[in-house]
């Protein structure tokens, strides 16, 4: 055990790894398929990501969209459903982990720290994700889909992490990669350590212990952009959260 490090609590989109990449080869697969001359990059769908939602944000984006064919709600509705079943196929297919977390999941649980999974992610698509990075059966408590009434940035996900792991807020450390994610953290009292993603790195982290550039593998080590140790490049380890815990409690 390290410290009074008990566990880690993990978001999983974005944070264990770049799933909105999957989700928009899905949007794109099922435009093609429906016809339609459209077709997502990463500009336009990071500024599409802040409507929440996939039939929200077809909506939103076929408001603007010069020479869009208009969908009825129906039809836009069929649309997410394929994307959503195109989704489940290329996960399947496999993603791939971001730096470093593979090794500090085993790290963490070779030292007998607890590692939890907080995210609204559908139970299905968890399960599938899990099979296919090798993670079954890494985490203790896997909190997924609708088990909170109100999603991120509320805090209801982690403090049931908090309730089932029978555990204090000092007591473990949230692992996030996006603004709502630390805000639902940090409203349950707990520290947090950002690993902003391709689709996050231009929001803000005020309220984080610390954010790195992501956890870092030897020979392929993070950046410290806040926290403890600014600055310098490391691949974050157990000591490494242990101290940003402990910077959080002074
Ligand atoms: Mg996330």
Redesign the pocket.
């Known amino acids: 055990m390290v410290g009074k490090l008990r566990a880690l609590l993990w ?5 264990l790894a770049e799933t ?1 990449e999957v989700h928009r080869a899905a949007f794109n697969r099922a435009f093609a398929e429906m016809g339609l001359p459209v077709f997502w990059d990463q500009d336009l769908y990071r500024s599409l990501l802040e409507t929440t939602g996939g039939k929200e944000r077809i909506a939103r984006f076929l408001q603007d969209c010069q020479g869009c064919p208009p969908l009825s709600p129906e039809e836009i509705a069929r649309l997410h459903r394929r994307k959503n079943e195109l989704f489940a196929e290329l996960l399947a297919q496999g993603v791939d982990l971001r730096p470093g977390v593979f090794r500090l999941l085993w790290e963490a649980k070779g030292a007998g720290l607890r590692l939890a999974l907080a ?1 609204t992610t559908s139970p299905e698509n968890v399960h599938v994700f899990l099979a296919r990075t090798g993670l079954e059966g890494v985490f203790d408590l896997i909190l997924a889909g609708d088990v909170v009434p109100r999603k ?1 940035p509320d805090p209801a996900i982690y403090l049931l992490a908090l309730k089932r792991l029978e555990l204090r807020p000092g007591e473990a450390l949230a692992l ?3 603004r ?2 630390l805000l639902a953290a940090f409203r349950a009292g707990l520290p947090v350590l950002v690993t902003p ?1 391709l689709y ?1 790195a231009h929001q803000g982290f005020p309220e984080a212990q610390a954010v790195l550039t992501h956890l870092g593998e030897p020979g392929r080590p993070g950046q410290v952009l806040q926290g403890p140790r600014q600055g310098q490049a490391l691949v974050a380890d157990l000591a490494y959260l242990e101290e940003v815990r402990g910077w959080w409690s002074t």
């Open positions: 978001d999983l989109d974005g944070t909105e995210t991120k996030e990669d996006s709502n994610g993603g996050t």
